[in-house]
């Protein structure tokens, strides 16, 4: 049974870090796209960032150049290194498993993924 739970939430203020860790189980974690997505409050879900099984990465506009995306396969943990935060990062987090081992162009659509965690707070306040 695949099980992904995400950590590391929590409130900072403008300009801080964050670090979000998805503890991965039930299946072969390095084998496929695992993708971290966020959904505010009277928002649609939106793809943050992906990494592939070839370890390649790919992040929205939005991120880029602040987030990072990692994994630890001995670990089966995906992590999101978060920096220079932003209030509009404020949102619900959550970690996905792809229906497929490469993030490809449409990484960022919820609906290429099949297994999602239960999420993590993160509050930015200016």
């Known amino acids: 049974q695949v099980h992904l739970v995400e950590s590391g939430g929590g409130s900072v203020q403008a300009g801080g870090s964050l670090r979000l860790a998805c503890a991965a189980s039930g299946f072969t974690y390095s084998s496929y796209c695992m993708g971290w997505f966020r959904q505010a409050p009277g928002k649609e879900r939106e793809g943050v960032a992906g990494?592939?099984?070839?370890?390649?990465?790919t992040y929205a506009d939005s991120v880029k150049g602040r987030f990072t995306i990692s994994k630890d396969n001995a670990k089966n943990i995906v992590y999101l290194q978060m920096n220079s935060l932003a209030p509009e990062d404020t949102a619900m987090y959550y970690c996905?498993?792809?229906?497929?081992?490469?993030?490809?162009?449409?990484?960022?659509?919820?609906?290429?993924?099949?297994?999602w965690g239960q999420g993590t707070q993160v509050t930015v306040s200016s």
């Open positions: 996905a498993r792809a229906l497929y081992h490469t993030c490809g162009s449409l990484w960022s659509r919820p609906a290429n993924f099949g297994d």
């Open positions: 990494i592939d099984n070839y370890g390649s990465t």
